[in-house]
């Protein structure tokens, strides 16, 4: 927390101690925690793997809450939680306003916070969930950077020690383009750390729209994708100095046609619907369907007020997400492959009963138990969304924000449709809803089953 404090000491914000004493007594605890273990020997499980992962979110997101409480940005604790769940999960749904007033201070933490848990999102997919074998993510486990090994320790270490650098690289790339963009320093800093963690923080209620730069959005598109695609991919062609990696990946080929025909598709209809010049009418699509498909969530419009084909398309986009090993949410274009390959597969096998047929990303053929698990996994998230859905309409929300309310929490894009859309928040949120929508963050971000599985009897016997 000292680089929001010495923030908020040279701009004389005054809320500098709210950073002291938080980060004064994470440290107190922290240096206890070792001392307490650092005679034990450190061998981590896959049973600790998967509860590691919930208490690290869990107690980061605690402890990340209390500079906002204190300095009064939240109204009360729940809302400083449901705010630092946002940033961890990297999802931007906020129910912080006005911005443009706020501490410096204050939003560069909140900008922090979401460059913080990307990159622990990115550890987490490439390194410990094809560990942990959750919702097919196995696939991964011969193709991260470093050597693999059987324990989780040694492969942690190794990864984050390989990405970090790539992150770090990709996140100063960002600020300069943004800062000769024509951002001021500050500016370009905080949208750089939520750009690339694909979370979709501003500075300004406005959002991106307080820009208005057609320089500015092409340059925070092009970043967008770079987190929403697998930095594996990015850590391969850094280290080989060569971009055939990309253009040999058939997941990033998927992407990259199924962004280019939404992001059309939606231009035509903004441009036949709405009366728009053609140039601003694609500009408009592309940028809020790149946004939301990266489930960064930036807005400069409010799309929801567009035809309904647009939103609808949209809406669709952010359920697949970006690309497995990146900052995106949503289902990821990976397990989306192989339910539309698996798809094509049966009615293949129904013309010709007594083929044999296999499914296949790229040259890998895929295992029958991956191929399962992303079906099951896919099946839990269509439950659990409906659950949850269903649970906010008790608190006498209507559907559309109910529905979207989950959606944009689940998938990590932030904003929704209805109150919760881009020209809203989640401000007037009843507390329990909004602690629900909590679950939704770490439930779609930590996906489903890695949580799910803490409660269930068998996880707990020896």
């Not at 959005?217 to 994708?225: G, Y």
């Not at 970006?322 to 013309?351: C, F, N, P």
């Amino acid at each position: 927390m000292l680089f929001p404090m010495f923030t908020a000491l040279f701009f004389n914000d005054g809320d500098w101690m709210d950073f002291l004493g938080t980060g004064g007594a994470s440290v107190f605890l922290g240096v206890n925690l070792v001392l307490m273990n650092r005679k034990k020997e450190l061998i981590l499980t896959h049973r600790d793997g998967f509860l590691l992962t919930l208490l690290a979110w869990l107690v980061l997101s605690a402890i990340g809450a209390v500079p906002f409480y204190l300095n009064g940005v939240a109204a009360t604790w729940i809302d400083a939680f449901f705010e630092t769940v946002s940033g961890l999960t990297t999802t931007g749904a906020t129910v912080f306003v006005g911005l443009d007033n706020m501490g410096h201070g204050i939003l560069l933490w909140r900008s922090m916070i979401q460059w913080l848990g990307g990159m622990g999102i990115i550890v987490l997919a490439v390194a410990v969930l094809p560990f942990l074998g959750v919702g097919g993510l196995q696939l991964y486990r011969s193709e991260m950077p470093g050597v693999v090994k059987d324990k989780l320790q040694p492969r942690l270490r190794q990864t984050a020690r390989s990405l970090w650098g790539v992150y770090f690289g990709i996140t100063f790339s960002c600020i300069l383009c943004y800062y000769f963009g024509g951002m001021t320093l500050f500016d370009a800093i905080c949208h750089a750390l939520t750009t690339i963690a694909t979370g979709g923080f501003s500075t300004h209620d406005a959002s991106f729209g307080y820009f208005d730069s057609p320089l500015l959005e092409s340059i925070c598109m092009v970043f967008m994708l770079i987190g929403s695609i697998n930095f594996n991919l990015h850590f391969f062609a850094v280290h080989r100095g060569s971009l055939k990696v990309y253009k040999d990946d058939e997941e990033f080929r998927f992407y990259i046609a199924l962004l280019f025909t939404i992001s059309f598709i939606v231009g035509l209809t903004v441009f036949f619907a709405h009366d728009l010049p053609f140039l601003q009418s694609m500009r408009m699509a592309f940028f809020h369907t790149i946004s939301i498909a990266t489930t960064t969530g930036f807005a400069t419009t409010d799309y929801s007020l567009w035809h309904t084909l647009a939103p609808m398309l949209i809406l669709m986009i952010m359920f697949v997400g970006g690309m497995a090993g990146s900052t995106s949410g949503g289902l990821k274009v990976m397990r989306v492959m192989m339910i539309v390959r698996q798809g094509a597969r049966e009615i293949y096998k129904l013309v010709h009963p007594h083929a044999v047929a296999y499914v296949k990303i790229g040259r890998q053929r895929v295992p029958e138990h991956i191929v399962q698990a992303v079906w099951s996994f896919c099946g839990v998230y269509v439950i659990a969304f409906n659950i949850m859905a269903v649970l906010l309409t008790m608190y006498n929300i209507d559907l559309v924000t109910a529905f979207s309310a989950v959606a944009a929490t689940i998938t990590s894009a932030g904003p929704g449709l209805g109150e919760v859309g881009p020209a809203g928040n989640f401000a007037g949120m009843p507390d329990g809803a909004k602690l629900i929508l909590c679950a939704s963050m770490l439930l779609g971000r930590l996906e489903l089953f890695t949580i799910l599985v803490i409660f269930t009897p068998m996880f707990w016997k020896k």
